[in-house]
């Protein structure tokens, strides 16, 4: 912990964003034949027990843990580790990879809004920009000419967009929760134990069978795609904890730019990533930048 606390959290951000890519790209290898809930109990338990091994490992920094920071971390993982990452892997299901992944940057737009009512921040010229231009890419992302038989759905657009509402939420809950115990391993072993509890308890209601559950291969991408998941998370909560939310969660948002091409370049049959969806990306990070620099 020492050694991540000497890089800069902006940096950290930009690693973690690299991960969080490679992450996803095995999540969707694992989608294949998992359903949503599935993967997301799989990817949260496979999550708490290495960031639990940490925790074990590394400590705490001397702060024992308190009930208080237990329910910051714990809401967390109602938040994002469940509600959040249930919704993001139906919205890759829905709308494929690449246009959940840059429909989730809208993210920036609820953590803004996060920032003004509940942090008291201001919204500067940079922010109020940066949030039209992901307005605006998504909004090239969505549409579609001509769109009839065998397009997309417009409604289906609206889960991702409820998937990045849930996890700006997540940010506020890390800060007020490593305000008071500063142990990144340990609100990741909560946050992601309790959305594994949640997830386990909702996949008899899901509509897939419970045979098609057990999938060892797929389950072997979610176990690497964890793995990848809890390196970026460990260097994105010390990001978290040692930066700037609006400078740290832009950076980490570039994640995008790298899921776009691992989208094109493993699923291309499965993925239609078009010029429109590359610019509406595009367009999107430009967005995050203006936000970093309107601050």
């Known amino acids: 912990m ?3 606390d000497s890089i800069s959290p902006n940096v950290l951000s930009l690693i973690s964003a690299m991960l969080v ?3 996803q790209t095995l999540y969707r290898t694992g989608l294949t034949h998992l359903s949503p809930t599935a993967t997301a109990f799989m ?3 496979a999550f708490a027990c290495m960031s639990g091994g940490l925790y074990l490992f590394l400590g705490v920094g001397g702060d024992e843990p308190t009930w208080e920071a237990f329910f910051w971390f714990a ?3 109602v938040s994002g580790g469940a509600a959040g990452r249930y919704l993001n892997f139906w919205a890759v299901k829905l709308v494929g990879l690449a246009r959940a992944s840059i429909l989730i940057q809208s993210l920036l737009i609820w953590t803004s809004a996060i920032g003004i009512f509940f942090l008291g921040e201001t919204l500067t010229l940079g922010v109020a920009l940066g949030t039209l231009a992901i307005m605006f890419g998504a909004v090239l ?3 579609e000419r001509g769109a009839g038989k065998g397009k997309i759905p417009f409604w289906y657009y609206l889960v991702p967009l409820l998937s990045s509402f849930m996890f ?3 940010f506020l809950f890390r800060k007020y929760g490593l305000d008071i115990v500063p142990s990144p391993p340990f609100g990741m072993t909560v946050s992601t134990g309790l959305g594994a509890m949640i997830l386990l308890c909702a996949l008899p209601f899901t509509e897939q069978r419970v045979t098609s559950f057990w999938q060892p291969k797929s389950l072997l991408w979610v176990g690497l795609g964890a793995a990848a998941n809890v390196l970026a998370a460990l260097l994105f909560w ?3 904890r040692e930066g700037d939310l609006v400078r740290v969660v832009p950076i980490n948002r570039l994640s995008v730019l790298f899921v776009i091409f691992f989208s094109w370049f493993f699923f291309r049959k499965q993925e239609a990533v078009t010029f429109r969806v590359l610019a509406g990306g595009a367009l ?5 930048f203006a936000i970093v620099w309107g601050k």
């Open 2 to 4: 020492k050694l991540l």
């Open 21 to 23: 890519s490679v992450a």
């Open 43 to 45: 990817m949260n338990f």
């Open 75 to 77: 809401m967390v993982g």
């Open 141 to 143: 992302l969505v549409y």
């Open 168 to 170: 700006s939420l997540t």
């Open 238 to 240: 010390t990001a978290v």
């Open 284 to 288: 999107s990070v430009a967005g995050a």
